[in-house]
Every structure is written in structure tokens, then in C-alpha cells.
């Protein structure tokens, strides 16, 4: 897939997901511009080598998402790529949650998608583009776990889908990324540390997969990257609104006894 001439955006670019992304985009050939909430110095070296800009980025905050979008579009004028990838969890019932958790977790997953979105479009309108929502299965079926969560991604989907429909006319493409569980992401190894048994909550989680548990291990950050890579390209120029859940099954229902 030839990105050559695209000018791309990543949220939440440091780790994870994000940082695959990032990398994926810029070897297709893309100038990458990654914005975090967090710094990670060892991307110092690679992200050079593939001329990967960085800058921090609190996607809650206007005036940084303004930063990180102008700084993108500035040397062009365009943008052709959004992945908006910044996200938070939280494992708590309702009763228990504090308003200020509430806050966060849906600023952080449903209004900084708004703000990246409402502040990109406007560049892509003459030429159109892709936006890439990362939600999770946890958007797409209920989750006993992680009602806030569950809701904040919920939203996102639903958000993604009217956004496509809006801005057809514009050749705007949006469409959302559902991943889990994927394995090599900060969110995951802390939820894992969080269980006081790292392994038993491994097995668990791999099991509720039916693919994780075909094959043993969780997804990779690179295999959510290569799918956010296709629908960033014109290979899926006609694909819009779509949920593409790479969960190995999970949102499925529950999988076979092994």
C-alpha cells in the first residue's frame, strides 16, 4: 500500500497500537505526525529514522489538538489520515465510579475523537480522506466488567457511523477499528497487573477468544496496525461506517471448550 504525498495524524502515538500505527503509516510512505499524552524516548531513534513527527498532545485539551493538526497540515495544507487512537479504561461498576472518572474516561474516548475529528475535517473537505476511530469489541457487545468503558466506545462507533453518512459528499471516509484483546498495550499489561495474577488473568483473557484461543497468545499491536493501514489507503476507498473487530471472535459469543 503506497502512501507517498499523505500527510497522516495519530493520537495517543507512544505505545501500543498507536506507536504500530505510526510506524506502519510512515513506512508506507506517509509524513506522520504523532501526538501523546505521554512521551516515550525510545522512539526517539526509529521515529527519526522514519521521520515520524512527535509533540505531546492531551486530546481532552482544544488547543493541543489544534497544535498537533496545524503542525501536521502546515508544510501542505492538507491532511489525508486521522487515526484517533488516544483512549483510557476503567474497571469499576456504576455505583462505585466517581463523576470525575466518568469525566475522564468519556472526555479522553469520545469527546477527544470529537475534537480531532471537528478540527481535521475541515482540511480534508476539498480532497477527501480516511478517519479511523479505534474503539473496541467493547463498543460492539456488552462487557459485564467495564460498563464506562463499554459506554465511552459505544459512543464511538455510533459516532463514527453518523460522521461517515455526514461527510460522504466529502469523500471523507470514517470507520472504526474494535480491537481485542490484544496483548503488547499499556492498557492490557496494566489491567493483567491490576488481577494479582498476571498469568491466570492471561489464560482467562486469551480464552474468551475463540481465535486467541485457537492459537495460544493475544492479537499483536502490528495486526490491529495492518488492518488501520488498509483502511487508510485507497485500497478501501469505498469502505465507510464500517466496525472491523479484530478480536479473534470475541465478539462473537463464547467459544468452544478447547
Not at 481485542?180 to 497487573?193: F, H, N
Not at 482467562?204 to 483502511?231: H, K, N
Amino acid at each position: 500500500m503506497n502512501l507517498e504525498g499523505k500527510v497522516a495524524v495519530v493520537t495517543g502515538g507512544a505505545y501500543g497500537i498507536g506507536q504500530a500505527t505510526a510506524i506502519a503509516l510512515a513506512k508506507a510512505g506517509a509524513d506522520v505526525y504523532c501526538g501523546d499524552i505521554v512521551t516515550n524516548d525510545e522512539n526517539d531513534e526509529l521515529f527519526t529514522e522514519l521521520g515520524i513527527f512527535q509533540r505531546p498532545c492531551d486530546v481532552t485539551d482544544e488547543s493541543d489538538v489544534v497544535g498537533l493538526i496545524e503542525q501536521a497540515v502546515s508544510p501542505s495544507g492538507n491532511l489525508d489520515i486521522l487515526v484517533n487512537n488516544a483512549g483510557v479504561g476503567l474497571t469499576k461498576q456504576i455505583p462505585d465510579v466517581t463523576e470525575s472518572e466518568w469525566d475522564h474516561v468519556i472526555g479522553v474516548n469520545v469527546k477527544g475523537a470529537f475534537l480531532c475529528c471537528k478540527h481535521a475535517i475541515p482540511y480534508m473537505q476539498s480532497s477527501g480522506g480516511s478517519i479511523i476511530n479505534l474503539a473496541s469489541n467493547a463498543g460492539i457487545l456488552p462487557r459485564a466488567h467495564d460498563p464506562v468503558y463499554s459506554t465511552s466506545k459505544g459512543a464511538l462507533v455510533a459516532f463514527t457511523k453518523s460522521l461517515a453518512l455526514c461527510h460522504s459528499k466529502d469523500k471523507i471516509r470514517v470507520n472504526t477499528v474494535c480491537p481485542g484483546p490484544v496483548g503488547d498495550t499499556r492498557m492490557m499489561i496494566r489491567d493483567l497487573e491490576a488481577s494479582g495474577d498476571f498469568a491466570a488473568a492471561y489464560k482467562a483473557t486469551v480464552a474468551a477468544s475463540p481465535i486467541a484461543q485457537a492459537e495460544g497468545r493475544m492479537i499483536d499491536v502490528e495486526e490491529v496496525a495492518a488492518a488501520i493501514l488498509y483502511l487508510a489507503s485507497d485500497d478501501a476507498r469505498f469502505v465507510t461506517g464500517t466496525d472491523i473487530a479484530i478480536d479473534g471472535g470475541k465478539s462473537l459469543g463464547v467459544p468452544p471448550k478447547s
